[in-house]
């Protein structure tokens, strides 16, 4: 196991070497793109140390959300409805409750690893005595899709159905989704019946697939980057989203075409080091959450400290 980066410098000399080990095992002509997501601490039972290839959405992490994930959706609409007054597609509702922390079926990945490297360094709560991680990915050009994307389109749209309805064992098992998804895109749902199309379809939905949204609200734009979208297996249960490179050429693996290649692990007593030596590199915490409230906030706290340390 590699040491823990104490600094900026450290992260960029680890993250350059992962991906250039990658490049010479590579083929020539592979076509995939790296990206990066930062975790301020593992959600693995691997150890403090360490980190699994595994990884799952948010929605997945507890049975009481996925099981119950048209209940979410609908209570933060119910809620707050004029947040979502601009988001023409499910894929923005979704994009934006992602951002603002509701459990949901997508992950926030960026081509930025210094980025990533601001997230994994937050010290707040629980993450105040845990090691933060920069996961480092690899997506094939074919699993990167357009927000306009069928599949896309059609992951966005299971918030809106039922656990129960979602049924991969029955050839018609998936008409409760297919007839949400015509109201977006109106060609959807006889397409879907016709049995080749919808065997790609069951087949389809099973996998993680890799998207760029739409820049349609502060956060997003400045965060930049792209989803991970996961589908579900029957009844909604989650996949069994390896990353493991041994199933990225494995088309019946849900996470083929995309594998995690590596990671930078970030010291927990020197994430504070890790986030004032980013500000030099344009990311202040004010300008990774761009909202007023949070905007704020750092600001508080920039004095808050300044008061433990005239104290101290």
Request: with cysteine.
């Amino acid at each position: 196991m590699a040491k823990a980066c104490e600094s900026v410098a450290e992260i960029v000399r680890e993250v350059q070497w992962i991906l250039d080990a990658d490049l010479k095992r590579s083929p020539k002509s592979e076509k995939a793109t790296y990206w990066f997501r930062g975790e301020a601490r593992s959600h693995d039972d691997a150890g403090p140390h360490s980190i699994r290839t595994s990884f799952s959405p948010s929605l997945d992490r507890d049975e009481g959300y996925w099981k119950n994930e048209r209940a979410l959706f609908e209570e933060a609409l119910r809620l707050n409805i004029a947040s979502f007054a601009e988001d023409t597609r499910m894929s923005e509702r979704i994009a934006r409750m992602q951002h603002y922390q509701l459990p949901t079926r997508f992950c926030d990945i960026s081509d930025n690893a210094l980025l990533s490297a601001f997230f994994a360094a937050d010290e707040d709560g629980e993450n105040q005595d845990q090691d933060g991680f920069i996961r480092i990915i690899k997506v094939a050009d074919h699993k990167m899709k357009s927000f306009t994307s069928d599949i896309i389109i059609a992951i966005s749209h299971l918030p809106l159905v039922d656990a129960d309805d979602i049924d991969l064992k029955r050839e018609n098992g998936l008409s409760y989704l297919t007839f949400e998804i015509a109201k977006e895109r109106g060609a959807f749902y006889s397409e879907a019946d016709d049995k080749e199309l919808g065997m790609k379809f069951k087949k389809e939905l099973q996998q993680v697939w890799a998207f760029r949204p739409i820049m349609n609200n502060r956060r997003i734009r400045a965060q930049g980057g792209a989803f991970l979208a996961f589908g579900c297996g029957h009844h909604k249960e989650p996949l069994n989203a390896t990353f493991a490179p041994e199933d990225y050429e494995d088309d019946k693996k849900p996470t083929h075409g995309i594998k995690q290649i590596g990671f930078v692990r970030i010291a927990f007593g020197k994430k504070s080091v890790v986030r004032e030596q980013l500000r030099h590199f344009g990311m202040p915490e004010e300008a990774v959450y761009p909202d007023l409230t949070e905007v704020c906030k750092c600001i508080a706290g920039k004095f808050e400290k300044n008061n433990k340390r005239k104290g101290a």
